[in-house]
């Protein structure tokens, strides 16, 4: 995660001048990376049916190998504000390039159509927004579901003590820096607590936490 003490970067200069060494760093970081990212997929049902999924912030798209070992036939609408990650997942996903929409923007200010996804997927990007936030995004993943989809969420996640800790010094970086939420490379993971309050307020039926390794967890709310 990133350190608070540094001087904060906009999110797409972040990640562009990071998209090449992308995955080797995921692959350290994340705790049980195989299994972590095998497990995004394991709440999408086996089919062979053209199933729509929206992969919001899906960078070079580590998860979709997985998920189209579940669902061959996807399609799938990614979005992500890193220009350089996106081009780094079609050049990796080049014989699935006709089932892959990639659209470079903020998936915070795009308009998503309403109930147009089976699944919603996000991986390892909204642990750097505010509540308010990113309550305002889980309504908007929640109308674009159809009836009974499904989101899924695989992302850091921390203890309650140190969420209240990040929270006070990220609100005391964005005071000092005059920063706008969302828009720059600051990470404040919440709570499993927490995160199940988010789903619970917005409206999901239930809170499925599927998977924990220290600071990584992946859970799943049906619309």
Same mark, same amino acid.
């Given at each position: 995660?990133?350190?608070?003490?540094?001087?904060?970067?906009?999110?797409?200069?972040?990640?562009?001048?990071?998209?090449?060494?992308?995955?080797?760093?995921?692959?350290?970081?994340?705790?049980?990376?195989?299994?972590?990212?095998?497990?995004?997929?394991?709440?999408?049902?086996?089919?062979?049916?053209?199933?729509?999924?929206?992969?919001?912030?899906?960078?070079?798209?580590?998860?979709?190998?997985?998920?189209?070992?579940?669902?061959?036939?996807?399609?799938?609408?990614?979005?992500? /504000?890193?220009?350089?990650?996106?081009?780094?997942?079609?050049?990796?996903?080049?014989?699935?390039?006709?089932? /892959?929409?990639?659209?470079?923007?903020?998936?915070?200010?795009?308009?998503?159509?309403?109930?147009?996804?089976?699944?919603?997927?996000?991986?390892?990007?909204?642990?750097?927004?505010?509540?308010?936030?990113?309550?305002?995004?889980?309504?908007?993943?929640?109308?674009?579901?159809?009836?009974?989809?499904?989101? /899924?969420?695989?992302?850091?996640?921390?203890?309650?003590?140190?969420? &209240?800790?990040?929270?006070?010094?990220?609100?005391?970086?964005?005071?000092?820096?005059?920063?706008?939420?969302?828009?720059?490379? /600051?990470?404040?993971?919440?709570?499993?607590?927490?995160?199940? &309050?988010?789903?619970?307020?917005?409206?999901?039926?239930?809170?499925?936490?599927?998977?924990?390794?220290?600071?990584?967890?992946?859970?799943?709310?049906?619309?």
């Amino acid at each position: 995660m990133s350190d608070i003490n540094e001087q904060p970067e906009k999110m797409s200069e972040f990640f562009n001048s990071r998209a090449t060494s992308y995955d080797k760093h995921m692959k350290c970081n994340v705790n049980n990376f195989e299994e972590f990212y095998q497990m995004i997929a394991k709440p999408i049902i086996q089919t062979n049916e053209r199933i729509k999924i929206l992969d919001i912030g899906c960078g070079t798209g580590l998860e979709l190998k997985y998920i189209f070992e579940k669902a061959p036939n996807a399609q799938i609408t990614g979005i992500d /504000i890193s220009e350089k990650m996106l081009k780094l997942l079609n050049d990796k996903h080049k014989n699935k390039a006709k089932q /892959i929409n990639v659209i470079n923007d903020s998936y915070l200010t795009l308009d998503f159509k309403e109930n147009e996804f089976d699944y919603v997927v996000s991986v390892m990007t909204v642990h750097h927004l505010l509540y308010d936030t990113k309550k305002e995004l889980y309504s908007k993943i929640f109308k674009s579901l159809n009836n009974n989809g499904k989101y /899924i969420e695989g992302d850091y996640i921390v203890s309650e003590e140190k969420e &209240k800790k990040l929270l006070d010094q990220y609100q005391k970086q964005m005071r000092k820096e005059r920063l706008i939420d969302g828009l720059f490379h /600051i990470d404040i993971p919440f709570s499993i607590k927490k995160q199940q &309050k988010l789903f619970n307020e917005v409206g999901y039926s239930n809170f499925n936490l599927i998977f924990t390794d220290e600071e990584a967890a992946i859970y799943v709310g049906v619309k």
